[in-house]
């Protein structure tokens, strides 16, 4: 990908964005959640998604500036005896001098459609208590009663730790058919230490 037009909304496999695309990724990150250290403009390129996590990305860029990203993150689950697949949202930005201007509600909603598209069972994330209701609006009610940990491993991050709301929809039959699995339980993504969604 050399030249990006004006305004174009990009879904890429994250693995398959150009080593620009990654570092415009990093440096969106950096700027929306500042870190001690910015990250290079030279040499490796951070990564911003496990591998593991096979990562698509959805972005749109004008004039060659990135402006808004949301990721989608897959990975299997074990919960009430149950092996799900699942996609969450992640990672959604846009550049502070772009902001209200509908960007996130475009990436947000072709990471939705992603995710509807996929073959998960369920759609699951966290987002700050002040964002609830965007995504409620873009068809990611909350789940009341419902923690989130990374994993069942001392230090692990949780919703509850973090003050952070859990987002959940049932999308198969599959997860239907446990639908009472995902009421006033606590979930864990079985992820390595200091990873969440």
Same mark, same amino acid.
């Given at each position: ?5 004006s305004?174009?909304?990009?879904i890429?496999?994250?693995?398959q964005?150009? =080593?620009?695309?990654r ?5 969106l990150m950096h700027q +929306?959640?500042?870190?001690?250290s ?8 951070p990564e911003e @998604? ?5 990562? /698509?990305?959805c972005?749109?860029?004008?004039d060659?500036?990135?402006l ?5 993150? @897959?990975l ?6 149950q092996?799900?697949?699942m996609?969450?949202?992640s990672c959604v930005?846009t550049d502070?001098?772009y902001q209200r ?10 990471a939705t459609?992603?995710i509807e598209n ?6 699951? /994330? ?5 964002l609830a209701?965007?995504y409620? &609006?873009a068809?990611?009610?909350?789940a009341?009663?419902v =923690?989130?940990i990374?994993?069942?491993d001392?230090g692990?991050?949780?919703? &509850?730790e ?5 987002v959940?929809r049932?999308?198969?039959? @599959? ?6 699995a /995902?009421?006033n ?8 230490l200091?990873?969440? +969604?």
């Amino acid at each position: 990908m050399s030249t990006i037009t004006s305004d174009l909304l990009s879904i890429l496999p994250y693995q398959q964005t150009s =080593e620009q695309v990654r570092r415009d990724i990093a440096l969106l990150m950096h700027q +929306v959640w500042p870190e001690p250290s910015p990250p290079s403009m030279e040499g490796l390129v951070p990564e911003e @998604h496990d591998p593991a996590l096979d990562a /698509f990305s959805c972005f749109i860029y004008r004039d060659n500036r990135l402006l808004s990203y949301a990721a989608v993150l @897959h990975l299997t689950l074990t919960h009430a005896g149950q092996t799900f697949r699942m996609a969450a949202l992640s990672c959604v930005a846009t550049d502070p001098a772009y902001q209200r201007q509908g960007l996130s509600r475009l990436v947000v909603n072709a990471a939705t459609r992603c995710i509807e598209n996929s073959q998960s069972d369920i759609g699951l /994330f966290t987002c700050d208590p002040s964002l609830a209701l965007f995504y409620a &609006k873009a068809g990611w009610p909350a789940a009341l009663g419902v =923690e989130l940990i990374g994993s069942q491993d001392v230090g692990a991050l949780s919703s &509850k730790e973090l003050g952070k709301v859990v987002v959940l929809r049932l999308l198969s039959q @599959h997860a239907h058919g446990h639908a009472t699995a /995902f009421t006033n339980t606590c979930i864990s993504l079985g992820l390595p230490l200091g990873q969440f +969604v």
